[in-house]
């Protein structure tokens, strides 16, 4: 079926609001999440939001993209295709879009945390990172080596930001995920729906993550805090088991989102040979 191309002259033109300040961090996580839209970018990450049920509300590119992404437009005709010159719609969204496309897409509410632990043996919780980045990675591992699910803390960055679904390179359309309300008090949830809470932490008492049993008889939550400071004193003291990588050559820590593969490998790893 063919798409509704419409092309676009006029950089103020009412229809391209969803697509206006892109740059701007701290107002695009905010409008986004006001206007009930997020913003995936590329062929793959919009195929994988389509497949997991997401539906676009209008899509940007310029002229030599269509061919190649009309197998993605045609299946909602009813969408609007906003066509531009590539000149425009550098000045529209702020920056070169050399991944082909944008596409507008309805937020999906977020399912409650019973539902998301429902069936899950092996669950993140992401506090307070603030990084895009990161939170895009951390979902990449979560997704390739077998994570459940994943909580994130009230004030952690947005998944659903452009640069964490990319970074993610969609697996965040995957990985069932919400966002906690309450957090730590949320920590008596996870361990009311059975789980082992451990807190990733450089602390006196923290032990070895290769030390730790992390075998297919329990069903463990790992707690990873911010880039700077790690997990807040409050998640320390309400979950006093604390973990910790060991480390060589006088390194004292990874990036939280390196450090989140490495405790997800190291859980699979013994689920595997459980």
């Known amino acids: 079926m063919t798409s509704q191309i419409r092309r676009i002259l006029d950089p103020a033109d009412p229809v391209l609001d969803d697509y206006l300040r892109m740059t701007d961090v701290r107002l695009r996580s905010r409008i986004e999440v006001e206007r009930g839209l997020f913003m995936a970018e590329s062929y793959e990450v919009i195929s994988r939001a389509m497949d997991a049920g997401m539906e676009p509300r209008s899509f940007l590119m310029s002229e030599k993209w269509l061919e190649k992404f009309e197998p993605l437009t045609s299946r909602f005709p009813d969408v609007p295709v906003l066509v531009a010159d590539e000149a425009l719609l550098e000045q529209i969204t702020g920056f070169h879009l050399h991944r082909g496309a944008l596409a507008a897409m309805h937020r999906p ?26 939170v895009g990675a951390m979902f990449r591992s979560a997704a390739a080596l077998g994570v459940d699910a994943v909580l994130v803390s009230p004030r952690c960055a947005d998944p659903l930001y452009r640069r964490s679904i990319r970074v993610s390179m969609g697996t965040v359309f995957q990985v069932p995920w919400t966002r906690l309300r309450e957090w730590p008090a949320d920590v008596d949830r996870l361990r009311e729906a059975g789980f082992d809470v451990l807190s990733l932490a450089l602390s006196d008492q ?69």
């Open 109 to 134: 509410a977020l399912p409650p945390v019973a539902e998301v632990l429902a069936g899950a043996r092996t669950v993140a919780v992401l506090e307070d990172i603030v990084d895009h980045t990161n």
């Open 206 to 274: 923290a032990c070895a993550l290769d030390a730790v049993d992390l075998g297919p008889e329990r069903k463990v939550a790992f707690v990873l805090g911010t880039e700077g400071h790690g997990l807040t004193p409050a998640t320390l003291r309400a979950v006093p088991d604390h973990v910790v990588i060991p480390m060589a050559g006088g390194v004292d820590s990874l990036n939280v989102a390196a450090a989140s593969a490495v405790v997800f490998w190291q859980r699979r790893a013994m689920l595997s040979a459980g």
